[in-house]
C-alpha cells in the first residue's frame, strides 16, 4: 500500500500560480504510478495528470500547457505546478498511486491508493 499526502493548496487570483506537493511513501521500484485527480463541487472526480516509473507522463487537455507533474528522484515527493489558473480550475486536489503497474492513466479505477485531498480555490 502506498500512503500520500497533499499540501500546498490554497487560494489565488485567476492567472495566478500554485504548487502542490504530495509526500510518497511504499512505492515499489519495479514500478508504479501516480496521478493528480480533482473533484469540483458536484462534479466527478476527474484525472489531471499522471506519471509511472518509467517518468511517461500524461495530461489532461485542459491542463496541457499549464500544468506539469514532476517526481523527485528519491520518489518521496510528487508535484503538481500549476500556471495560469482559472476559476475553472477550483477543486480539490487528490494524489493517487498504484505499485506493480505502468503506464501514466488518468482513469480513477487504474487506483487504489488515495490522499486525502487539499483544496485549491481560484477567484475572477
Known amino acids: 500500500q502506498v500512503q500520500l499526502a497533499e499540501s500546498g493548496g490554497g487560494s489565488v487570483q485567476s492567472g495566478g500560480s500554485l504548487r502542490l506537493s504530495c509526500a510518497v511513501s511504499?512505492?515499489?521500484?519495479?514500478?508504479?504510478?501516480m496521478a493528480w485527480f480533482r473533484q469540483a463541487s458536484g462534479k466527478e472526480r476527474e484525472g489531471v495528470a499522471a506519471i509511472d516509473s518509467a517518468r511517461r507522463i500524461n495530461y489532461a487537455n485542459s491542463v496541457k500547457g499549464r500544468f506539469i507533474i514532476s517526481l523527485d528522484n528519491a520518489e518521496t515527493t510528487l508535484y503538481l505546478q500549476m500556471t495560469s489558473l482559472k476559476p475553472e480550475d477550483t477543486a480539490m486536489y487528490y494524489c493517487?498511486?498504484?505499485?506493480?503497474?505502468?503506464?501514466?492513466?488518468?482513469?480513477?479505477?487504474?487506483?487504489?491508493?488515495w490522499g486525502q485531498g487539499s483544496q485549491v480555490t481560484v477567484s475572477s
Open positions: 511504499g512505492v515499489h521500484p519495479r514500478g508504479y504510478r
Open positions: 493517487a498511486a498504484k505499485n506493480d503497474v505502468t503506464f501514466p492513466s488518468l482513469e480513477i479505477v487504474e487506483y487504489v491508493d
